[in-house]
């Protein structure tokens, strides 16, 4: 815990299970990691809309309180069960660049964008469990019959000539019954 700044997102794990850390700290696509592991994964856009980002992402993009951006969610679904929720933000600047062609994703992954383009850079990821009250939480439980009482979240930044998406993952507890 960073006593400092518990609100924090650590840039290591410590303590947690090699299960859940394996899904954490994998930095190829999490597509594709679930689509080898499960034969029927599809996607679930749930929002999407021109927003106020939250909390800290503010900070971590370098926006102002009041900038908007799109913000896309999805669930990665493994046959009937929710296995990820995903939080992505591109500030609007974005959207009129490089990243324009995120609204009309659809239920496509966004993976199959950020991981076939060689100059797309993706800075180190950053973990956080999650709990009541935090957004990510209180969004990714939707979905979900038995609520848990804190999800482990990862993020990072994926740039392409100087403009960013931040893309946050929050992995479901359905995720640990998928093959290591
Ligand atoms: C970044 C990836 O794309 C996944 C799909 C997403 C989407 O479709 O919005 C968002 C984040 C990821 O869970 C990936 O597959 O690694």
């Avoid at 679904?77 to 600047?93: E, I, L």
């Avoid at 993976?111 to 939480?137: A, C, D, Q, W």
Wanted: with cysteine.
């Amino acid at each position: 815990m960073n006593r400092a700044h518990p609100q924090a997102w650590h840039t290591t794990l410590s303590a947690i299970s090699p299960e859940i850390r394996q899904w954490l700290q994998d930095r190829g696509s999490l597509t594709r990691r679930i689509q080898e592991r499960c034969d029927q994964f599809y996607v679930e856009p749930v929002f999407q809309s021109l927003t106020k980002v939250y909390g800290d992402e503010s900070i971590k993009m370098k926006l102002r309180q009041d900038e908007l951006a799109l913000v896309r969610e999805v669930y990665l679904y493994c046959c009937d069960r929710p296995v990820v929720f995903a939080h992505s933000v591109v500030p609007r600047k974005g959207l009129r660049g490089v990243w324009r062609s995120l609204s009309g994703l659809g239920n496509r992954s966004l993976g199959s964008m950020l991981f076939t383009n060689p100059k797309i850079k993706r800075t180190p990821l950053e973990f956080k469990k999650v709990g009541g009250g935090h957004f990510l939480y209180e969004r990714a439980i939707i979905r979900l019959t038995t609520i848990p009482s804190n999800l482990w979240a990862r993020r990072s930044l994926f740039t392409l000539q100087g403009q960013s998406i931040l893309v946050t993952e929050v992995f479901l507890p359905d995720i640990l019954d998928l093959p290591l």
